[in-house]
């Protein structure tokens, strides 16, 4: 059974919500034309975006992380995406110089090991390259919503990031259910790993499937503390990490 089979149900909501978050996308265009970015992750909540955006032919560049660790099924969407929508997807690597050290001083399974060395995996492999994609930026545009996880619980639909940029997050009130109901009834591409019970999907590491009832980030980090899984991208004032990839 596909995740569009499981989950494709329309909030009595649904309406509303599109047309609010087409609105914001419209007006984050506008007011940071040539200065905007979508950070997708490539997973379903960004996949409606980022076909929002093409539908509307909105003025907000596509840009997404290629860890060196994500799974083939992610990879597979970046062309998939291009040549759907007419779009290049902008591509920030880790700074290879970075990684190597990481591993040679940590192992290829040092994530597993302390909750120190995993937050300075990130920092690396993603942390760092995003701040590079928002350097010329004044806005970014994200598939936050309050209903991922209990951190996410109180998600803006726009506020000032730490840096002073504007980050928008259109989706930040949709409902999974809503979610997989815009990708059916817009045939959007997504990710076959969510059809396995996947619905948050990383670094392959650092992701596994759920189970039934379990919560819908319980995928991600499942070996650390609920209060612990961020990656650092949507948390304000993490530490700096350094030249071996591990925060002072």
């Known amino acids: 059974m596909s995740a569009i089979d499981l989950y494709a149900r329309p909030s009595s909501e649904f309406a509303?919500?599109?047309?609010?978050?087409?609105?914001?996308?419209?007006?984050?265009?506008?007011e940071?034309?040539?200065?905007i970015v979508q950070a997708t992750s490539l997973g379903a909540e960004d996949m409606v975006l980022t076909d929002l955006i093409a539908?509307?032919?909105?003025?907000?560049?596509?840009?997404?992380?290629?860890?060196?660790?994500?799974h083939a099924e992610t990879l597979a969407l970046i062309p998939r995406i291009e040549q759907r929508y007419g779009l290049q997807v902008e591509l920030y690597h880790p700074s290879e110089q970075q990684v190597v050290q990481f591993v040679k001083a940590n192992g290829e399974r040092a994530m597993y090991q302390s909750i120190d060395l995993?937050?300075?995996?990130?920092?690396?492999?993603?942390?760092e390259p995003l701040a590079r994609m928002l350097a010329t930026r004044s806005a970014w545009v994200t598939g936050l919503r309050r209903e991922q996880s209990a951190n996410r619980s109180e998600v803006p639909f726009s506020a000032p990031d730490d840096?002073?940029?504007?980050?928008?997050?259109?989706?930040?009130?949709?409902?999974?259910?809503?979610?997989?109901h815009y990708i059916a009834t817009n045939n959007v591409p997504y990710n076959p790993l969510h059809d396995q019970f996947y619905p948050s999907i990383g670094c392959e590491?650092?992701?596994?499937?759920?189970?039934?009832?379990?919560?819908?980030?319980s995928g991600r980090w499942w070996w650390e503390e609920e209060f612990q899984k961020e990656c650092g991208l949507h948390v304000k004032e993490d530490a700096p990490v350094s030249a071996m990839g591990v925060a002072p």
């Open 163 to 180: 840096q002073g940029r504007i980050k928008f997050n259109p989706l930040a009130d949709w409902p999974w259910s809503d979610i997989w």
């Open 55 to 70: 539908q509307h032919r909105l003025n907000i560049a596509v840009a997404t992380l290629q860890t060196g660790k994500l």
């Open 16 to 30: 509303t919500r599109l047309a609010q978050a087409a609105a914001l996308l419209q007006f984050a265009a506008t």
């Open 118 to 127: 995993r937050k300075a995996c990130c920092g690396i492999r993603k942390v």
């Open 32 to 35: 940071h034309a040539g200065r």
């Open 205 to 217: 590491p650092c992701t596994r499937a759920i189970a039934v009832g379990e919560d819908f980030r």
